[in-house]
């Protein structure tokens, strides 16, 4: 394509009349369809557009390439504004073309007009071509762990009460708190020591008291935000709260979908769990992973992951005793300067 080689590349915002094209280059590039991912995903752009980032570039044939991005604000304890990279694809007769490069300054400009100071996503290490993208964008491996577990060989189930210190410890102040493990199957939620039940809209003045008792600050508007998404988003949503005393002391957010960062297969992730540091050490958070681990096994999803800051030894050290090993897939990050 001599004359794209010449052309004077510009972004522009993705709508919805591109999804077909996106549709088919992603079907392209991953070798089957995602249609409902993609469709979700510009729906999500349409309700809050200041939480999305979505650019396309055409040429003479159409759409030559998109991607795609959400505002992360708070996830895993974390202060700064950050991008989440979800979605970057070129339709294969546009490669090698400046494509990509003209995508990914449009998302990083606007990152720049709205405070956001770093961009994050993830790749397989199998996936050449992506790694080969990231690598000349000038992404770095970011310092932090992707882990994942098999929801049925989750060894937490099997592990006795003492035999995990999951005491918050030092000044992290993050709002993970994952409790020690249970006695028994996941089947078997111990409903002696939490009442479980699917996450509502009005559990949110709960998990603000009790993300304001773990980090210290009070985080009302993203929690506020993600609890949105966990009830309003198209993806299966698998959010759950805990109940003791008459009274929430714990909630766990995730969500069950088949496209980000190019999964193909349903993987549940967690996204955010707290208890309240009242009721640490009582078996909420682990009665909060038991009903995750049944409601999964329910729907068929074999799999559950999360991100864990390298320097949390004592969270890395509970994830693997309970049955998470490194996924198959590396975190990326990118500076704004």
């Keep these: 394509m001599p004359a794209m080689a010449t052309q004077q590349l510009s972004a522009r915002a993705l709508t919805p009349a ?15 369809p995602r249609r409902q991912y993609v469709e979700r995903r510009l729906a999500a752009a ?6 999305h980032a979505q650019f396309a570039v055409g040429d003479d ?3 030559a390439g998109y991607i795609l991005a959400r505002v992360l604000e708070g996830e895993f304890g974390r202060d700064l504004r950050s991008l989440r990279l979800e979605m970057v694809g070129v339709r294969h007769d546009a490669r090698g073309h400046g494509v990509g490069k003209a995508l990914f300054d449009a998302l990083t400009s606007w990152a720049r007009r709205h405070d956001v100071r770093e961009l994050r996503t993830a790749a397989s290490w199998r996936d050449a071509t992506m790694l080969h993208w990231l690598d000349g964008m000038g992404f770095e491996l970011a310092t932090a762990a992707i882990v994942d577990c098999s929801v049925d060989g989750a060894s937490i189930l099997a592990q006795r009460d003492d035999a995990i210190d999951d005491s918050p410890g030092g000044d992290s102040g993050r709002e993970i708190d994952f409790s020690a493990a249970p006695e028994n199957d996941y089947e078997r939620v111990e409903r002696d020591r939490a009442d479980v039940c699917s996450m509502r809209a009005a559990d949110l003045a709960d998990i603000v008291r009790i993300d304001r008792g773990i980090t210290g600050r009070d985080r009302g508007a993203y929690m506020q935000a993600k609890l949105g998404e966990a009830l309003d988003d198209g993806g299966l949503r698998v959010s759950l709260v805990a109940r003791r005393d008459g009274v929430n002391v714990g909630y766990l957010m995730a969500n069950v979908d088949r496209g980000d960062f190019g999964r193909t297969e349903p993987v549940a992730v967690i996204d955010t769990l707290g208890v309240d540091p009242a009721y640490a050490r ?3 958070g682990r009665a909060l992973l038991s009903q995750l681990y049944a409601n999964l096994g329910a729907l068929h999803v074999e799999r559950v992951e999360t991100i864990v800051p390298m320097g949390d030894l ?11 090993a490194p996924a198959q897939r590396l975190p990326f990050m990118y500076r704004l300067q």
């Excluded at 349409?46 to 939480?51: H, S, V």
């Design 18 to 32: 591109d999804l077909a094209e996106v549709v088919a280059i992603d079907a392209y590039s991953e070798g089957r």
């Design 46 to 51: 349409l309700r809050d557009p200041k939480q």
């Design 61 to 63: 044939k159409g759409l």
């Design 282 to 284: 009582h078996g909420v």
């Design 314 to 324: 004592q969270l890395l050290g509970f994830l693997f005793a309970a049955g998470f």
